[in-house]
C-alpha cells in the first residue's frame, strides 16, 4: 500500500513538473504581444533592383548618342554600365555610363537608396521622408512664385532658363556673375535651351527653373545646375531625385559640349532626365 502510494505522488509531481515547462517554453519563443503591436510598419520594398540594368537600352541610347556610333565591342561594354561602389548592396546601389562624341560628352548616374528605421517607434517609410527632405533642402531650390504650386510654370521673363554659367556652380535660375575675365554670360544670345528668349522651343510658359515636381512617386525635385570645368569649358547637370515609399532613387544626367562657346540645352536635359525618372517610378511598381 504505501508502495502504491509513493508512485502516485511521484506520477503527480512529475505530471505538474511537465505542465510548467511547456507554459515556460511558450512564453519564450513569441515576442510580447504589445511590442509586436507598437512596431512602426516596415517599408514597402525589401530589396533593390540592378541600378546597370534598370534603364532599357533604347533609353541607354537615345541617352548617350555617342555610344550608338561606336564598335559593336565598344558599345556594349559602354552600355552596360559600371556599378558604384557600395558596401550594403541591398541598401544602396548604383550605376555610371559616360559616352564621348565629336559634339560633346554625355553622362548618366543612378542611385538608388533603401532607407530602413532601427527606431521601433519610426517607419521605414518616415525615416525615408525625413533623408528625402535634407537633399531636398539642400539643392536649395527657389521659392516658387506666390500664385503658382509647385508643378506650375511661370510665365514671362520668370520663365527664363537657368543661369548660364559663372565661376564654381550655378543653380539656373541664378543671376548671372562676371566670369573669370571680367565678362557676364547675361549678354549671351543663348543661354542653353536653343533660344535667345531662354525658354525651351521658343515657349515662354516652360518652366526650365530647378522646382519640385508633380505626379513623380510620393515627392520629387529637379535641379540645374551649370558648372564650370577649368578656364572655359562648361558642362550641365541636371538631376531628378524622387522617393516612392521607403526608397529614394536619384537620376543625374550630364552634358559637356566639345566647343567652350556652347552651354548644353537645359530643356532637352531637364526633358530627358524627367523621362528616365517617369520609367523608374513605372518600374518600381511594376
Not at 525625413?130 to 531650390?141: F, R, S
Amino acid at each position: 500500500m504505501a508502495y502504491a502510494i509513493g508512485a502516485v505522488l511521484i506520477a503527480a509531481l512529475a505530471a505538474g513538473c511537465t505542465g510548467n515547462a511547456g507554459a515556460d517554453d511558450s512564453g519564450a519563443d513569441g515576442k510580447p504581444g504589445t511590442e509586436t503591436e507598437s512596431a512602426a510598419p516596415p517599408g514597402r520594398y525589401r530589396t533593390l533592383p540592378d541600378a546597370c540594368r534598370a534603364v532599357p537600352l533604347a533609353t541607354l541610347k537615345d541617352l548617350l548618342p555617342g555610344a550608338a556610333d561606336l564598335p559593336d565591342a565598344q558599345q556594349e561594354k559602354a552600355l552596360q554600365g559600371t556599378a558604384t561602389v557600395t558596401y550594403d548592396t541591398d541598401r544602396r546601389i548604383g550605376c555610371r555610363w559616360k559616352s564621348d562624341a565629336p559634339q560633346g560628352s554625355r553622362g548618366i548616374h543612378l542611385d538608388f537608396e533603401r532607407v530602413v528605421s532601427y527606431d521601433t517607434s519610426v517607419s521605414d517609410d518616415d525615416r525615408a521622408r525625413e533623408v528625402y527632405a535634407k537633399k531636398e533642402g539642400a539643392a536649395d531650390l527657389p521659392a516658387p512664385a506666390p500664385d503658382a504650386s509647385p508643378g506650375a510654370s511661370p510665365s514671362g521673363s520668370d520663365a527664363a532658363a537657368p543661369g548660364d554659367a559663372d565661376d564654381g556652380d550655378a543653380h539656373d535660375g541664378d543671376t548671372p556673375d562676371a566670369t573669370a575675365d571680367g565678362s557676364s554670360d547675361a549678354s549671351d544670345p543663348s543661354d542653353g535651351t536653343g533660344t535667345p528668349d531662354g525658354s525651351a522651343s521658343g515657349d515662354p510658359a516652360v518652366n526650365l527653373q530647378p522646382r519640385l515636381l508633380d505626379g513623380l512617386g510620393d515627392s520629387a525635385f529637379l535641379d540645374d545646375v551649370l558648372t564650370r570645368s577649368g578656364s572655359t569649358a562648361r558642362y550641365r547637370t541636371v538631376s531628378v531625385v524622387f522617393r516612392t515609399s521607403n526608397v529614394i532613387v536619384t537620376v543625374e544626367y550630364t552634358a559637356q559640349p566639345a566647343l567652350s562657346t556652347e552651354v548644353p540645352d537645359s530643356g532637352e536635359l531637364q526633358e530627358k532626365a524627367q523621362a528616365l525618372a517617369r520609367q523608374l517610378v513605372d518600374s518600381f511598381d511594376d
